[in-house]
């Protein structure tokens, strides 16, 4: 084969043309890499700390936040359970809802015995056990006094044997208060006064029943 001779001017053109395309290249390599740095810090930077799965271009995840239980519901209002006195007044008939304008103490004991015995005695009996001589044909049977026990709440405030349920009664009838309907009234035929030594001479009977006498 031939041997060519290439000019030395012509080698050396040659030699720096690519040392000039090799520089070229290194530095378009560089560059490249600190693009990718850069871009990869950035991508740290904005992404959530701790999160070291984040890309460049992902959406930034929204910052955690401990979840909150709901809030219990309001407490329902606690009603509070009616009173004995509003229970004997929701069920008192309508003559046990009047209100009481007169005060039935302070009768004269010996004075109510008279009237007792021309009017009572004839059912209640004579000492007040019930068992006078017109009790027989009587059901229910009239009050014992002697035992202290009432059953008659007349003005509904959960309490029997007052001086106003006494009074009410020999006034109005027990049938007006739920009691028996073979006692009249003696509203008609007793003055205040003689309905208040009524009273006195009933509580007599039963305390002195009850101490023993």
């Given amino acids: 084969m031939a041997r060519v001779d290439v000019p030395s001017h012509v080698f050396s053109l040659a030699v720096a043309f690519v040392s000039l395309l090799l520089a070229s290249l290194l530095v378009a390599t560089a560059g490249c890499s600190e693009r990718n740095a850069a871009d990869r810090i950035a991508a740290r930077e904005q992404s959530p700390k701790g999160d070291t799965n984040a890309r460049p271009g992902t959406p930034e995840s929204p910052p955690y936040s401990p979840a909150v239980p709901p809030a219990p519901p309001p407490a329902e209002a606690q009603v509070p359970a009616p009173t004995p006195e509003a229970i004997a007044r929701a069920t008192a008939p309508p003559a046990a809802r009047v209100p009481e304008t007169v005060n039935w103490s302070g009768g004269d004991p010996l004075e109510g015995r008279e009237i007792y015995g021309?009017?009572?005695?004839?059912?209640?009996?004579?000492?007040?056990?019930?068992?006078?001589?017109?009790?027989?044909?009587?059901?229910?049977?009239?009050?014992?006094?002697?035992?202290?026990?009432?059953?008659?709440?007349?003005?509904?405030?959960?309490?029997?044997?007052?001086?106003?349920?006494?009074?009410?009664?020999?006034?109005?009838?027990?049938?007006?208060?739920?009691?028996?309907?073979?006692?009249?009234?003696?509203?008609?035929?007793?003055?205040?006064?003689?309905?208040?030594?009524?009273?006195?001479?009933?509580?007599?009977?039963?305390?002195?029943?009850?101490?023993?006498?």
Avoid at 131 to 145: E, T, Y
Avoid at 165 to 187: C, N, Q, T, Y
Avoid at 199 to 210: G, K
Wanted: proline share 6%; net charge negative.
């Fill in 118 to 213: 021309m009017y009572c005695a004839m059912c209640h009996g004579a000492d007040g056990a019930g068992k006078g001589p017109g009790a027989a044909a009587l059901n229910p049977k009239p009050r014992d006094f002697t035992s202290g026990a009432f059953y008659l709440d007349t003005n509904a405030n959960n309490k029997t044997g007052e001086d106003v349920d006494l009074a009410r009664v020999i006034r109005e009838g027990p049938h007006a208060f739920g009691g028996s309907p073979a006692m009249p009234g003696w509203k008609s035929t007793f003055t205040e006064e003689q309905v208040r030594d009524l009273v006195a001479y009933v509580h007599q009977l039963a305390s002195t029943s009850n101490q023993g006498g």
